[in-house]
T-cell receptor
Framework: AQTVTQSQPEMSVQEAETVTLSCTYD???????LFWYKQPPSRQMILVIR??????QNATENRFSVNFQKAAKSFSLKISDSQLGDAAMYFC?????????????FGTGTRLTIIP | KAGVTQTPRYLIKTRGQQVTLSCSPI?????VSWYQQTPGQGLQFLFE???????NKGNFPGRFSGRQFSNSRSEMNVSTLELGDSALYLC?????????????FGPGTRLLVL
């Protein structure tokens, strides 16, 4: 079974600064998908970014980028120019490559606080 | 396109009762997954439905069941409620027909069992 570990329960960053959230995972599969979701106080889970394991290029979405290290099974999220609206719980998630397996396995989350 | 909707948003029940939660996916999406979120256990996968068939199931007791209708709307039922069933129940939808799809989540139903 796959597992996802987020070792930082809480992080804080000054507004406009950069912060990196860590995620490691364990799997025996060679192809899979990784996601970062954001859950603000409203509790709505919002997709931040996704990465396909077969792609060597790290995914980027505006101020959000990932550092995907397949051999190390590491998938960190970098948030640049942090904004107050970035304050939320961030969850790293894994999805199997197999067709029909929609299950997401989540980490325990990192609570990000933005300091004005 | 409208997003994933869940009803009701909040629910209070007592032990031993049963409850039904509803989820309407994004138009065109045929896969609906359910997750339970609690402070102690985090986010856990309950089950997934595609074209009215349960395709995947998590490790939850048989008190947790679901179904999907021909319009892809899904319901989740919990019978004989226990205090530990208090949680945020999240529904997510995807097209369900490829391996590279993303799941989009609804706002959740917060269930409190007294």
């Amino acid at each position: 079974a796959q597992t996802v570990t987020q070792s930082q329960p809480e992080m804080s960053v000054q507004e406009a600064e950069t912060v990196t959230l860590s995620c490691t995972y364990d799997t025996s599969e060679s192809d899979y998908y990784l996601f970062w979701y954001k859950q603000p106080p409203s509790r709505q889970m919002i997709l931040v970014i996704r990465q396909e394991a077969y792609k060597q290029q790290n995914a980027t979405e505006n101020r959000f980028s990932v550092n995907f290290q397949k051999a190390a099974k590491s998938f960190s999220l970098k948030i640049s120019d942090s904004q107050l609206g970035d304050a939320a719980m961030y969850f790293c998630a894994y999805r199997s490559q197999f067709f029909g397996n929609e299950k997401l396995t989540f980490g325990t989350g990192t609570r990000l606080t933005i300091i004005p | 396109k409208a997003g994933v909707t869940q009803t009701p948003r909040y629910l209070i029940k007592t032990r031993g009762q049963q409850v039904t939660l509803s989820c309407s996916p994004i138009s065109g999406h045929r896969s609906v997954s359910w997750y339970q979120q609690t402070p102690g256990q985090g986010l856990q996968f309950l089950f997934e439905y595609f074209s009215e068939t349960q395709r995947n199931k998590g490790n939850f007791p048989g008190r947790f069941s679901g179904r999907q209708f021909s319009n892809s709307r899904s319901e989740m039922n919990v019978s004989t409620l226990e205090l530990g069933d208090s949680a945020l129940y999240l529904c997510a939808s995807s097209a369900g027909q490829g391996i590279s799809e993303t799941q989009y989540f609804g706002p959740g139903t917060r269930l409190l069992v007294l």
